[in-house]
């Protein structure tokens, strides 16, 4: 099926680094998530991105976090600066369009802020 | 409010047995349910949906009932293998936002 691809799988940094999780999107998805998950539990919406704005986010989704997609490329998550309690991990989804949509998702980056 | 819960936190059920999850949710103008199934190191991926329209959805040994009456949904998983030992998440989401929310999801263990 299609594949959502995420770079790095695991990334650690210490805390106030900027860190960017990287994201490729299955390729005629128009519609783009970041999740966070703590400890294989519940998955929490992040933001969800479309032509180029951010249409929805969270609580969690913090001054400090960003997305963007530029040209096309890669849909990227940057926090900056990062804090202890942004360790978790992220997954990254895409959906051809919004609603009853499937999304689809990465396999998640691991992200550990000493 | 936005809230959907799931049980049970964990379940064990022998091989070849029915495992049953259940889902509850507060918020009216939820429409769409999806349930992820998740394998330890991956990520989520679509098992069955459902959409508030209907009642009943079955996917080979997979079923997911709805009461909109009672703002309930559970999957059912018949004749269960060692395969299906993964985390079940249900979520929801309506036609009012973009977002997915998550229930705290259901580590399941199917025993030979």
């Known amino acids: 099926g299609p594949k959502v691809l995420q770079i790095p799988s695991h990334q650690i940094i210490d805390m106030g680094q900027m860190v960017t999780l990287n994201c490729d999107p299955v390729s005629n998805h128009l519609y783009f998530y970041w999740y966070k998950q703590i400890l294989g539990q519940q998955m929490e919406f992040l933001v969800n991105f479309y032509n180029g704005k951010v249409m929805e986010k969270s609580k969690l989704f913090k001054d400090q976090f960003s997305v963007e997609r530029p040209d096309g490329s890669y849909f990227t998550l940057k926090i900056q600066p990062t804090a202890l309690e942004d360790s978790a991990v992220y997954f990254c989804a895409s959906s051809l369009d919004r609603g009853y949509y499937e999304q689809y998702f990465g396999p998640g980056t691991r992200l550990t802020v000493l | 409010q936005q809230q959907v819960r799931q049980s049970p936190q964990s379940l064990t059920v022998w091989e070849g047995g029915t495992t049953v999850l259940t889902c509850s949710y507060e918020?009216?103008?939820?429409?769409?349910f999806p349930w992820y199934q998740q394998f330890p190191g991956e990520g989520p991926a679509l098992l069955i949906s459902?959409?508030?329209v209907s009642d009943k959805k079955e996917d080979g040994r997979f079923t997911t009932f709805f009461n909109k009456r009672e703002k309930k949904l559970s999957l059912h998983i018949i004749d269960s293998q060692p395969g299906d030992s993964a985390t079940y998440f249900c979520a929801a989401s309506g036609d009012s936002n973009y977002q997915l929310i998550w229930g705290s999801g259901t580590k399941l263990i199917i025993k030979p």
């Open positions: 918020d009216s103008t939820f429409n769409y």
């Open positions: 459902i959409l508030s």
